[in-house]
């Protein structure tokens, strides 16, 4: 059983930064990988980016990649989302998951996080 807290999200102009962290509980969060995920309004969830229980392999969207990066600090039990270069269109709340293998596929993951609003205004 894994527990997850999203933190750091806000309100931001565009072209700004934002980091977002996922807390776990449990001993077992380092054999996890790891995924974001966001839905905006009136739309149906979609991937952002996803991480290896090691960290060695990371994958991301085609919207974010560049401008986005996951990382993850084991000793910490914490996933991160920087999110640089921010546009209005990244405004949603934004979900982080966890599962035995990375995927790009929500549907895959077995927790979630409550989310964390992210608003980028132009």
């Known amino acids: 059983q894994v527990q997850l807290v999203e933190s750091g999200g806000g309100l931001v102009q565009a072209g700004g930064s934002l980091r977002l962290s996922c807390a776990a509980s449990?001993?077992?969060?380092?054999?996890?990988?790891m995924g974001w995920f966001r839905q905006a309004p009136g739309k149906e969830r979609e991937f952002v980016a996803a991480?290896?229980?090691?960290?060695?392999?990371?994958y991301y969207a085609d919207s974010v990649k560049g401008r986005f990066t996951i990382s993850r600090d084991n000793a910490k039990n914490t996933v991160y989302l920087q999110m640089n270069s921010l546009k209005p269109e990244d405004t949603a709340v934004y979900y982080c998951?966890?599962?035995?293998?990375?995927?790009?596929?929500?549907?895959?993951?077995?927790?979630w996080g409550q989310g964390t609003q992210v608003t980028v205004s132009s």
């Open positions: 991480i290896s229980w090691s960290g060695g392999s990371t």
């Open positions: 998951a966890a599962d035995s293998t990375m995927s790009w596929n929500g549907g895959r993951y077995d927790y």
């Open positions: 449990g001993r077992t969060f380092s054999s996890y990988a």
